[in-house]
C-alpha cells in the first residue's frame, strides 16, 4: 500500500511565484491534513480537511489555499510564494478523530 | 488549550544503555497521547498511543510510554539503544477541547553513539 503520497518531493521556488502541492491517501480515510515543518517548532497546522467537501484554517493558514478534491485528494496552493515559506510540508491523513495520523514524506520548499 | 513540551531538545546515548524521552503535556480534557518517530528526509511514523486504556502503553521496536496524570507526563522508554533509533522524536497530544487536533512538541534529537 502507498499510504499517503505527496509530489513534488522538492522544489525551488522565486519570490511570487505560484505552486501547489498535491497529496493523496488510498486508505479511505476521511480526514487530511497540511503541515509546515520548522526547526525545533514541531509541525504546525496549515488547514484541514475533516470530511470530503469541507475545510478548515488551522493554526498558520496565511499565504495558503486549499482544495479537498475528492475524499482521496487534498492539494496545497501558495498563491505568491514568500521566503518565510520556506519550509518542509507534510501531508496526513487518519480514518476519524482520536485516531492517528498517517503522514507522507514531506515536500521540501525552497523560496528564494 | 493543549500544549505539550519536549524537556530535552537533543539526547545522546551509548549502543545498548538505556532511552529516555521526556515530555510533558498540558490539556483540559482527557487526553489523547502519541509518539511519532521521523527518520532523515522521511515522514513522522506512529511509535505509540495512549488512549485512556493501560497507563503504560507498548509501542514498536521495543519503546514504551507510560501516563502519569499526576505528573502531567507521558515520557518515553527504550532498555537499550540501537544505532537505528537514531532519529528525532515527538510528543504529540488531541483532546476534544481542540476538535481532536493534534498538538506537536519541539521534537528531540536522538543520538546514538556506537
Known amino acids: 500500500n502507498a499510504g499517503v503520497t505527496q509530489t513534488p518531493k522538492f522544489q525551488v521556488l522565486k519570490t511570487g511565484q505560484s505552486m501547489t502541492l498535491q497529496c493523496a491517501q488510498d486508505?479511505?480515510?476521511?480526514?487530511m491534513y497540511w503541515y509546515r515543518q520548522d526547526p525545533g517548532m514541531g509541525l504546525r497546522l496549515i488547514y484541514y480537511s475533516a470530511s470530503e467537501g469541507t475545510t478548515d484554517k488551522g493554526e498558520v493558514p496565511n499565504g495558503y489555499n486549499v482544495s479537498r478534491l475528492n475524499k482521496r485528494e487534498f492539494s496545497l496552493r501558495l498563491e505568491s510564494a514568500a521566503p518565510s515559506q520556506t519550509s518542509v510540508y507534510f501531508c496526513a491523513s487518519r480514518p476519524g478523530p482520536n485516531q492517528p495520523q498517517h503522514f507522507g514524506d514531506g515536500t521540501r520548499l525552497s523560496i528564494l | 488549550a493543549q500544549s505539550v513540551t519536549q524537556l530535552d531538545s537533543h539526547v545522546s546515548v551509548s549502543e545498548g544503555t538505556p532511552v529516555l524521552l521526556r515530555c510533558n503535556y498540558s490539556s483540559s480534557y482527557s487526553p489523547s497521547l502519541f509518539w511519532y518517530v521521523q527518520h532523515p528526509n522521511k515522514g513522522l511514523q506512529l511509535l505509540l498511543k495512549?488512549?485512556?486504556?493501560?497507563?503504560l502503553v507498548k509501542g514498536i521496536n521495543g519503546f514504551e510510554a507510560e501516563f502519569k496524570k499526576s505528573e502531567t507526563s507521558f515520557h518515553l522508554t527504550k532498555p537499550s539503544a540501537h544505532m537505528s533509533d537514531a532519529a528525532e522524536y515527538f510528543c504529540?497530544?488531541?483532546?476534544?477541547?481542540?476538535?481532536?487536533?493534534?498538538?506537536f512538541g519541539g521534537g528531540t534529537r536522538l543520538m546514538v553513539k556506537p
Open positions: 495512549y488512549t485512556s486504556a493501560a497507563t
Open positions: 486508505m479511505n480515510h476521511n480526514s
Open positions: 504529540v497530544v488531541s483532546d476534544l477541547g481542540a476538535g481532536n487536533m493534534l498538538t
